[in-house]
């Protein structure tokens, strides 16, 4: 089952999940009030549902309990988004993630994409970052920075940037709508630190905010730069996948 809601109520949460802990689940899948998320630096968070039904896929491994990252995983495993054996706290790798994106959205390649000097040209991915690069945004999040011609596949990939990477798919997808500059700005004028976004970043982090892809915290900030695990990686694919219909992958 990849929804922990679609449970009978005694199977909810991780087997040696505090009480505490799976009750604050119980009220997330069934109740549709806050639903309470925990960060990896153990502070509590909270975002309202926009509608009554709340999927778990939503809640991180610390409440939704391993059980259910791990699920996520196999789920994104069984699609072939992640390859080979991907256990749940490893960090996810800005290349893994790529392949993740170009399999999940089967993206094409482009044409246009540069050539990293680190990635071999003829290699899986090599292949999928000529598909998801029109959609790394690097010159979105540091206008006028140069890159280089290395990838750095190997390096981590913060939540934060996962989530913006996705819905830049999303919007390319015709899945997510752009919002304008006011409507971006309606939407962060109560983002503590929306102030230190790039300029041409903020209608991009305003659309995921607004979309749901990337949550807001109790302190309704966009969050830091901590590194992605591949539980968090599955449970926002698996989010996405379902919140935005995307068809389900062929391994």
Known sequence: MRNACNRGSGDIGAPGAPAKMRTLQKLGCFLAAAVFTWSAAGEAQAFAPQNWRVDCAVLP?????????????????????????????????????????????ALTESPDA????????????????????????????????DFGSNFLADQPISNVYASFLTTLVLIGQN??????????????????????????SR???????????????????????????????????????????IPEARP
Do not use: W
């Open 175 to 200: 899945k997510l709508q752009p919002l304008s500059p006011a409507e971006a700005d309606a939407v962060l004028a109560k983002v503590p630190d929306a102030g230190s976004l790039p300029p041409p």
């Open 61 to 105: 491994i610390a409440v939704v309990g391993a059980s259910d990252a791990k699920e996520a995983v196999q789920h994104m495993a069984a699609q072939g988004v992640f390859k080979g054996a991907s256990a749940v706290e490893t960090p996810m790798t800005k290349g893994e993630f790529v392949l993740a994106l170009q399999h999940m959205f």
């Open 203 to 245: 209608v991009y982090f305003a659309a995921a905010i607004q979309g749901g892809v990337l949550p807001l915290g109790l302190e309704k900030r966009i969050g830091s730069t901590q590194n992605q695990t591949h539980g968090d990686a599955a449970l926002l694919l698996d989010r996405v996948q379902l919140k935005f219909a």
């Open 114 to 145: 540069p050539t990293y000097t680190d990635v071999p040209a003829n290699s899986a991915l090599g292949s999928a970052l000529r598909a998801v690069d029109p959609y790394l945004g690097g010159h979105i999040l540091c206008p006028g920075c």
